[in-house]
């Protein structure tokens, strides 16, 4: 009996399944910077700036203007993870949170009853292209945690676990563990409001890359979760012996072991696994709830207060361009790397 439920292309955003809302993998290939860590403005020409979304010569402004990236907008009763893995964010909040992140890097933010942020890609480098790569994942929370204070935390790269192994013929397996233990390694805690900060509900989320011809067994979720697997970059991928292309999604069994092989070159994988929360989702953009009428509240309330305003002088904030890798928390605290 096959462990493959379904096959299907990737489209933009990527299909998920409950617990999950959404995913995007943002890849975009940025010129040098200039002194507004924008790229120069002759090559905005053509765009459709501020809904920025053609990758016209290998990138997108997204909603940008000067900076590529998302200005600031709300969000309300969800978690967005948020994992850079070439290139660097900067995050501005209505909390007056606020941080410098990327390179391997993971932020965890439980919107909860409301936050404004602000995510831009700055392009610190202006000798040299500024190549960005970026997965963000919509995590659903509960009806019981939907009005939970906001918050964010994050996972810097260096304490995050990487598992790396070997196959019978020394091809190597490469997994980012950011969510879910991977063969006994186990990430950071996530947001103590969390979907996954209970172990029981199985959520996992891993990328990871297996080399040219390399063969691997990823390990049996549990029962009642549902897997789904990203192939975002390669050729062809076997799975449970059956071919998979390039740009695919593969639902599959999450309570048995998975056998995977990467042919004709290397293989990537984005892995998200999780229990349902199997509660009705009502959503409008930014905003997920259980019903309808909860939305036009949620509406009237970011009218009325919007989710405590905006602290920042413009709304695509960016951060000294000799600034490291920070996060500043709404309490005071602060995190330099």
Not at 59 to 83: A, D, K, L
Not at 258 to 275: C, D, P, T
Request: proline share 7%; glycine share 10%; hydrophobic share 35%.
């Amino acid at each position: 009996m096959t462990k493959i439920k379904a096959v299907k292309p990737l489209g933009f955003p990527w299909e998920t399944q409950d617990p999950f809302l959404f995913c995007a993998h943002h890849l975009d290939h940025y010129p040098k910077g200039n002194a507004n860590l924008g790229p120069d403005e002759h090559l905005l020409a053509g765009r459709n700036i501020g809904q920025d979304f053609e990758t016209k010569d290998g990138w997108r402004m997204y909603h940008g203007q000067t900076v590529p990236g998302f200005p600031n907008h709300p969000h309300r009763g969800f978690e967005t993870i948020t994992i850079v893995t070439q290139g660097l964010v900067d995050h501005a909040d209505s909390l007056g949170g606020s941080g410098r992140f990327g390179n391997g890097d993971v932020q965890w933010m439980t919107a909860g009853k409301g936050i404004q942020h602000s995510e831009m890609f700055p392009l610190l480098d202006q000798e040299n292209n500024n190549p960005f790569e970026l997965f963000q994942i919509w995590l659903n929370l509960p009806k019981a945690s939907k009005f939970v204070d906001a918050h964010y935390s994050m996972i810097w790269s260096e304490d995050l676990p990487i598992l790396d192994v070997e196959d019978q013929h020394g091809k190597r397996i490469y997994a980012r563990v950011v969510a879910g233990q991977l063969a006994g390694l186990a990430p950071p805690e996530p947001t103590p409001n969390s979907w996954a900060a209970t172990k029981e509900n199985d959520v996992a989320v891993w990328i990871i890359r297996l080399e040219e011809g390399a063969q691997w067994k990823l390990p049996s979720g549990a029962e009642g979760s549902t897997r789904n697997l990203y192939f975002y970059s390669g050729d062809k991928l076997i799975v449970d012996g059956q071919e998979v292309t390039n740009y695919s999604s593969i639902e599959v069994e999450a309570n048995q072991e998975l056998a995977l092989e990467a042919k004709n070159a290397e293989a990537n994988i984005l892995v998200l696994q999780g229990k349902p929360i199997n509660e009705p989702v009502a959503k409008y953009g930014p905003f997920v709830m259980n019903t309808q009428r909860e939305i036009m509240d949620t509406m009237e309330d970011y009218q009325k207060t919007q989710f405590g305003g905006w602290p920042w002088p413009r709304p695509d904030q960016v951060h000294l361009t000799a600034k490291g890798r920070f996060a500043q928390y709404a309490d005071g605290s602060k995190e330099e790397k």
